[in-house]
């Protein structure tokens, strides 16, 4: 398990600020009054103080005196493990007598954590360590529709039937107000400045082509620096987001529907499916030099530490290594650049947004429902997905959220200010097309097989060692790919 150092000095004191004042409210609760918020009676909604009044639904601020208990918590993220310690803080002091242990699970502690699982273990909140929600796992976690679930009337979509539409399954056993990881160029600014670089000179593939070009030859010519553009492999990002971004800059590599239909099994003809250009973008990049040497055996740690440590200038990654940069380095410059410049000068760039993963947001393991302290579980539930709450959380992560807030949220993570902020008006980038149509494999994910694994898990990596080292063509890795989802999912 990883250290819990990964938020910045500056994050830290901000959120320190935040949770401060939070403790003081918590520990002036009681009184005459007996302080409510009232939820509403479908949960969401506005937020009143009523005197001595028992709502339908409420999360009740007053500390309480109850039995010891400890509760263990899976964070969203091991990088962000320190600040969701901090918020918990807030749960913990207002319910005297109540323990939050906040654990994480890293990349390459998932099978073990599974195996863990298997064996009998539960936590009292879990996130997203274990599969994904669908047909085969949604009866492992409590139906929250079954429950006195709060504030599900603060998300931006109708999230009591989004899952289930999305799985075919019944319920709803998942929630995540994150809107969608945004995946981005990020560069350490001080490295690139002194190889005499401008990622954002660029306007057009080519440039980016170029760019990756000259920086590969500046990095050979040094002996402090390793790679330029630095690659490790990853299941899910190589397979539910490396895939899917590189197409975005071809009409005919769209989501929709050409990436959907890819993963539908309505496109036969190799030549016209979208993820062509993501093998053959790598297949180049490959044969021209410009990826870390057998890169598919690298680990996506094995690449965010030789950034950290600026032995690479370069990756194509989502928001949490600018934190990560920041807790080693607090004085480190890094900027970005959005993910896929356009072929033409002038067109629009698109901008590649993850899954908002409907189904692997934080659950209830079932077995909580016939413990003792199964009422605090709840109430820790609801606290997390609360106003308040959900906004410390973003200042967390630095994440836009698909849901409602009293007031307008303000980011201040380091991917909004190194490059996130340039994409609103009057920014460097405000006419870039964000990707808004669902992923593929979320369009398909109702016909997903018991007991099938994920996606993620398939045998990525040898297939882009293959196609890369010339041992399998590009149309053989598209036929393996679409012989695994046939395996996996019925589709009509």
């Not at 082509?209 to 390793?226: H, N, T, Y």
């Not at 440590?309 to 480190?332: C, F, I, Q, R």
């Not at 018991?450 to 890369?468: C, I, K, L, M, R």
Request: with cysteine.
């Amino acid at each position: 398990m990883r250290s819990r150092q990964y938020l910045s000095y500056r994050r830290w004191r901000w959120m320190s600020l935040l949770i401060a004042g939070a403790l003081v409210l918590g520990a002036c609760a009681g009184g005459a009054e007996d302080t409510t918020t009232t939820a509403g009676e479908t949960g969401g909604g506005d937020t009143t103080t009523t005197a001595a009044q028992e709502p339908e639904t409420t999360t009740t601020t007053t500390a309480a005196t109850v039995e010891p208990v400890t509760l263990q918590i899976q964070a969203s993220n091991a990088e962000y493990l320190n600040g969701e310690i901090q918020i918990w803080d807030i749960f913990q002091a207002q319910n005297p007598g109540v323990t939050i242990d906040v654990f994480a699970v890293n990349e390459d502690d998932q099978v073990a954590y599974r195996a863990r699982r298997a064996g009998g273990y539960f936590p009292a909140i879990e996130a997203l360590a274990m599969p994904q929600v669908d047909i085969g796992t949604q009866d492992l976690y409590v139906d929250l529709l079954t429950v006195d679930t709060e504030w599900l009337d603060r998300w931006q979509y109708d999230v009591r039937t989004a899952e289930s539409e999305f799985t075919g399954g019944t319920g709803l056993r998942s929630l995540n107000p994150l809107s969608g990881f945004w995946f981005t160029w990020v560069y350490n600014a001080d490295l690139m400045d002194s190889l005499g670089l401008d990622p954002r000179s660029v306007k057009t593939q080519a440039d980016l082509q170029k760019l990756l070009v000259d920086g590969q030859a500046a990095v050979d010519a040094r002996d402090d620096i390793d790679f330029f553009w630095d690659v490790g492999y990853h299941g899910w990002v190589w397979s539910s987001n490396y895939l899917g971004l590189f197409p975005l800059p071809y009409k005919d590599g769209q989501r929709d529907p050409y990436q959907q239909a890819s993963w539908s099994g309505e496109i036969e003809d190799p030549s016209e499916d979208p993820f062509r250009y993501t093998f053959q973008y790598f297949k180049d990049a490959y044969e021209a030099g410009l990826l870390p040497d057998s890169f598919w055996l690298r680990t996506w740690d094995d690449m965010e530490v030789s950034y950290i440590a600026g032995k690479s200038v370069m990756m194509l990654h989502g928001p949490w290594v600018w934190d990560k940069m920041l807790s080693e380095n607090p004085d480190a410059r890094q900027l970005g650049i959005p993910a896929t410049p356009p072929l033409v000068e002038g067109d629009p760039w698109i901008q590649y947004v993850a899954s908002a993963q409907l189904t692997s947001g934080y659950r209830i393991p079932v077995e909580n429902l016939d413990l003792p302290e199964w009422p605090i579980i709840l109430k820790a539930f609801n606290f997390w997905n609360s106003p308040e709450i959900v906004a410390l959380r973003a200042g967390v992560n630095g994440s836009a959220m698909a849901y409602n807030f009293d007031e307008p949220l303000a980011l201040e993570g380091p991917q909004y200010t190194g490059i996130l902020q340039e994409f609103q008006p009057g920014g460097l980038y405000e006419d870039l097309i964000i990707t808004s149509a669902a992923p593929g494999q979320d369009v398909i994910a109702q016909y997903k097989n018991e007991d099938s694994g994920n996606f993620w898990d398939w045998q990525w990596s040898d297939t882009f060692a293959g196609v890369v080292q010339g041992e399998m063509t590009i149309d053989e890795a598209l036929e393996w790919f679409h012989n695994q989802v046939a395996t996996d999912y019925t589709i009509p």
